[in-house]
């Protein structure tokens, strides 16, 4: 049973550099792609972006200048930075393995294993 | 950019009731579509793909239906256990995997 763990500082300053990490337990971290989305406080999910265990990438454009997901399959882990933060990222951040199932004229990407979500307050 | 526009916002639904929820999409998406339940301080967890596709595990009164820009989740006899957040998410990876404004499900 693959589980996903986040980790990372719980308080970030502004304009400062957010980093988590999502550790892969029960299972390897090739073969998949990896995401992470983020849920600000009483608001809806947003994807952040995913990265493929060979280390391709795909981002959410409205955050693409700030944004670095990375992988690292010696530790069966992988990494988001989110630069120059404001209080508007202030969210609940979630990591998920991405499944991938391709079909006759369709490739369908979902998230179908998520971590427990990790809090991070953007504040001096 | 997809954007996803789930109806009602905010249902109340009583145990045994039927519930359907709505997702529009701002142009056709085929069946890239899969939905998510959420309960309060918990993870997402996928409930179905490919529009209509139930993920392993999860109970057969939901099911998904739709295509092109018109989508539902319906559960067909309401247990206390899904009163939750749903919502619905665009599979087609590129420009991004829009997730829809949510609808929440609560106790009549």
């Known amino acids: 049973q693959v589980q996903l763990q986040e980790s990372g500082p719980g308080l970030v300053k502004p304009s400062e550099t957010l980093s988590l990490t999502c550790t892969v337990s029960?299972?390897?971290?090739?073969?998949?792609?990896w995401s992470w989305i983020r849920q600000p406080p009483g608001k809806g999910l947003e994807w952040i972006g995913y990265i493929y265990y060979s280390g391709s990438t795909n981002y959410n454009p409205s955050l693409k200048s700030r944004v670095t997901i990375s992988v690292d399959t010696s530790k069966n882990q992988f990494s988001l930075k989110l630069s120059s933060v404001t209080a508007a990222d202030t969210a609940v951040y979630y990591c998920a393995r991405v499944a991938v199932v391709v079909v006759p004229a369709a490739i369908y990407y979902y998230m179908d294993v998520w971590g427990k979500g990790t809090t991070v307050t953007v504040s001096s | 950019d997809i954007q996803l526009t789930q109806s009602p916002s905010f249902l109340s639904a009583s145990v045994g009731d039927r519930v359907t929820i709505t997702c529009r999409a701002s142009?056709?998406?085929?069946?890239?579509l899969a939905w998510y339940q959420q309960k309060p301080g918990k993870a997402p967890k996928l409930l179905i793909y490919?529009?209509?596709t139930l993920q392993s595990g999860v109970p057969s009164r939901f099911s998904g239906s739709g295509s092109g820009t018109e989508f539902t989740l319906t559960i067909s006899s309401l247990q206390p256990e899904d009163f939750a957040t749903y919502y619905c998410?665009?599979?087609?990876?590129?420009?991004?995997?829009?997730f829809g404004g949510g609808t929440k499900v609560e106790i009549k």
């Open positions: 029960g299972g390897s971290i090739s073969s998949y792609y």
């Open positions: 998410q665009q599979l087609n990876s590129y420009p991004s995997l829009t």
């Open positions: 490919a529009a209509s």
């Open positions: 142009q056709g998406i085929s069946s890239y």
